[in-house]
């Protein structure tokens, strides 16, 4: 694995070879020194041309566990802004020694830009890119249903799949990067996907997707989903006529009070409410299902640390890098 | 000898087969063919073996864009020519988004007499539609057309004229000079922030798309008005399977609509997009086989009239970023002939008398040019190209005479090749290479 840009490019076994490591990170994680030397002297910038601090520190504190010096260059109101290029803002970081390049951008397709061009040579991960991809995010959230459906099948999590897993996702499939990478990684895993959203937010195309598309969240739940993925709702999609109001868009497609009944109702006990955050509480989840035991809401924020560490060991320990030191021997 | 070194020489081409024609030879002397046949012998002549080569009317490209004034950057007049001249063009419209717009009679007559000074080829300044190309008011249509530049074809390309009224003034007001309104059909709101054909590629790259029917819809409503009205219609750069049927049914209908294809749409896919490399950043985008198929049969059947290069030349900044960034456009002028051999003379839609149908015929007749795309025969104005149907070459936009280096063709090797360009009897490109521009008399 030369670079993380992708899940649609992922192979099954890097994806599960990913989630095993993530789960040696997370007992590194649960231990009184949470810290490995093994990217000492590698140096993780946190290249970030949009807002997001959630997806920013924690990636900077996977690089900190891993004791990578971490370079945070908020491209937003920096010289970026004033007209400098991709082109030359990668020169430059090329130039100061990057090993590998975080990369959050608002246009589809620039992290794999930055890992073609030839302008760098650092791994390039992608962090979120536009409308395109989130593959972090889609490990964490694969992480997080593993180990659910491990524990529910009474198996030992690491070297399984997710097969006869059914997931539904649910929200503003259209402009969801969280969506598109999650159903590649979810069906390279062996789930079964269901996509839940309003006509209007559903990509045209859609129908040569691998997945199942319902207009009816009522139905998605009667069918007995294990696990139900919330989408964020960005309030300013009201205005380009997506759907009439936000609550009747709540209504519909929210997941409320009724709906975190209605599972009890059906008889299903282990479906779990996922959301990759932050939430809108009142609008695409109500704040009794975002705080019910079913929410994995917290444990996706404690695995997203897990499951980026081992991206970035995996990446810096690529044959392209000189071999860091193994996890087994950095421990002893 | 009192007459100027151009007229001085007369050229003899032996052999050239006559588009699917036999093989003949022609006789150029002061700008004209002055005589054809078989075992022609001209004391004096210089001659031109053409054995094995194809001789057709010198290509007319109705949508170039030279840039310049505004963008010398990105392409000159004389840059522009040369590519023109080494493509086998003999004329080319240069597009009216520069800057300043070509929206005056002053504007025009400057591009006009640029192309005049580089002599590499006939530059016909297309004039804009709409003042600043702003689609508000009409620009004053009439003065372009009675200057030097006799400006018959006016375009906003880049942008749709999409008020429905002042397209059909535009329509109505040209008839009075014979002008065309060339129409980049493009619905605004449909479009607003689009990146890329809307499709199953772009729903998994995550791209806002342009969907076909923000084309098609345009179309419809234009070749509606231009009936009613009674006026003459061409549409730009046609890229989709849809857009094809609405004008062939307008042709059965009898309305005055003409329509143009681009080399890349007759060939490339937005499967290129995955790349996320903006070289196939393009306006219309790039669509999905299906379309590339339909255009390639309406080209055949003679729906979409002529090719049009829609040559787009960049600096490299506005390409070497993220797709997103990028500038919309490709160059054109040095591939043309050799993708229209592939795509529609290889793949056994058409013949080389096609090929001069739809790359000089058609265009200098849409285009109003009375001594371009003349048949190749005794009394015709002597503009020719010469193609070597056999050669294979591998483009290099490096290599290329235009400044633009944004060829999505790079790398691809493409058969046919430009071997002399005669533009009014003057050899602008002789063996493969610009030879000299061609001196304008009396100016």
């Known amino acids: 694995m030369r670079h993380l840009l992708s899940t649609e490019d992922l192979g099954k076994d890097d994806a599960v070879r990913i989630l095993d490591t993530a789960e040696e990170m997370a007992a590194v994680s649960d231990r009184e020194v949470k810290k490995l030397p093994v990217l000492r002297g590698r140096t993780v910038v946190n290249l970030f041309f949009e807002d997001s601090t959630r997806t920013r520190i924690s990636f900077e504190a996977a690089a900190k ?6 370079i945070n260059f908020a491209a937003k109101g920096s010289s970026v802004s004033k007209g400098e290029s991709l082109k030359d803002t990668a020169q430059t970081l090329e130039a100061m020694g990057a090993d590998a390049v975080v990369i959050r951008h608002w246009a589809s397709g620039a992290p794999a830009r930055l890992a073609a061009s030839g302008w760098i040579d650092a791994a390039v991960v992608n962090a979120g ?5 989130h593959p972090t995010q889609a490990l964490l959230d694969a992480f997080t249903m593993r180990r659910n459906w491990a524990r529910i099948n009474g198996t030992a999590s690491p070297g399984t799949d997710l097969s006869g897993m059914k997931v539904a996702i649910v929200g503003d499939v259209l402009h969801s990067r969280v969506a598109r990478s999650n159903l590649w990684l979810l069906r390279t895993l062996g789930a ?20 199942t598309v319902s207009y009816d969240l009522d139905e998605t739940l009667a069918a007995g989903p294990d696990a139900v993925m919330m989408l964020r709702l960005q309030g300013e999609r009201m205005n380009a006529a997506f759907f009439p109001s936000t609550r009747e868009y709540s209504r519909r497609w929210g997941f409320d009070d009724r709906r975190l009944q209605a599972l009890d109702s059906h008889g299903l006990k282990e479906t779990i409410i996922m959301h990759p955050g932050p939430m809108n509480r009142g609008l695409e989840i109500s704040a009794a299902a975002a705080d019910s035991p079913r929410s994995t809401v917290l444990q996706q924020v404690r695995n997203g640390v897990s499951v980026r560490m081992a991206a970035l060991y995996l990446l810096l320990s690529g044959e392209t890098h000189a071999a860091p030191a193994t996890i087994q021997e950095a421990q002893r | 000898m009192s007459a100027t070194p151009n007229e001085a020489t007369a050229y003899l081409v032996k052999g050239a087969a006559i588009g699917s024609g036999a093989a003949a030879d022609l006789l150029i002397r002061n700008g004209v063919i002055t005589e054809t046949g078989t075992g022609l012998s001209v004391a004096g002549a210089t001659v031109i073996d053409a054995e094995g080569l194809v001789a057709v009317p010198g290509m007319v490209d109705l949508h170039t864009h030279l840039r310049e004034p505004g963008r010398e950057d990105a392409e000159t007049v004389e840059t522009g020519s040369r590519a023109a001249a080494l493509g086998g063009f003999t004329a080319v419209h240069a597009m009216a988004n520069s800057s300043p717009v070509a929206d005056t009679a002053g504007v025009v007559e400057q591009v006009y007499t640029l192309g005049r000074k580089a002599g590499w080829t006939d530059v016909r300044p297309v004039g804009a539609v709409t003042i600043g190309l702003a689609g508000e008011r009409l620009a004053e249509l009439g003065a372009m057309a009675d200057s030097r530049a006799r400006v018959r074809v006016f375009s906003d390309d880049g942008i749709c004229v999409h008020d429905p009224v002042l397209m059909r003034r535009a329509l109505e007001y040209v008839k009075a000079f014979d002008g065309v309104i060339a129409q980049h059909a493009q619905e605004p709101r449909l479009t607003d922030g689009a990146q890329m054909n809307e499709g199953d590629v772009s729903a998994v790259l995550g791209m806002t798309g342009w969907p076909a029917v923000a084309e098609e819809s345009i179309i419809a409503r234009d070749v509606l008005l231009a009936q009613h009205v009674d006026s003459r219609l061409h549409v730009c750069h046609v890229s989709t399977a849809g857009s094809v049927e609405i004008i062939r049914w307008a042709k059965q209908r009898g309305i005055k609509v003409t329509a143009e294809v681009t080399p890349h749409h007759l060939w490339l896919t937005d499967e290129l997009v995955r790349s996320y490399d903006p070289v196939y950043k393009v306006n219309p985008p790039l669509r999905t086989d299906e379309d590339v198929q339909a255009l390639r049969a309406g080209l055949a059947d003679g729906t ?28 054109g002028l040095e591939t043309a002939l050799s993708v229209v051999q592939h795509t529609m003379i290889e793949s056994g839609l058409i013949g080389w008398d096609d090929f001069a149908r739809i790359t000089s015929r058609m265009p200098a007749q849409i285009g109003r040019l009375q001594d371009q795309g003349q048949p190749l025969e005794a009394g015709s104005a002597a503009n020719i190209t010469l193609i070597d149907p056999a050669a294979r070459w591998t483009v290099e936009p490096n290599k290329m005479a235009t400044m633009g280096r944004n060829s999505p063709f790079a790398g691809r090797e493409l058969p046919g090749r430009v071997v002399a360009t005669f533009y009014q009897g003057h050899p602008t490109v002789l063996d493969g290479s610009l030879n000299t521009p061609r001196t304008a008399e009396g100016e």
């Not at chain 2, 979409?304 to 919309?328: R, V, Y």
């Open chain 1, 65 to 70: 566990r891993l004791s990578a010096d971490v």
């Open chain 1, 129 to 133: 890119d536009g409308t395109h991809e």
């Open chain 1, 192 to 211: 079964d996907v269901t996509m839940v959203a309003p006509p209007t937010l559903l990509p045209v195309g859609v129908a040569k997707w691998p997945c």
């Open chain 2, 304 to 331: 979409i009239d002529i090719i049009g290069t829609d040559h787009a030349p960049h600096p490299s900044e506005a390409k070497e970023c993220e797709w997103a960034q990028a500038a919309m456009g490709m160059t």
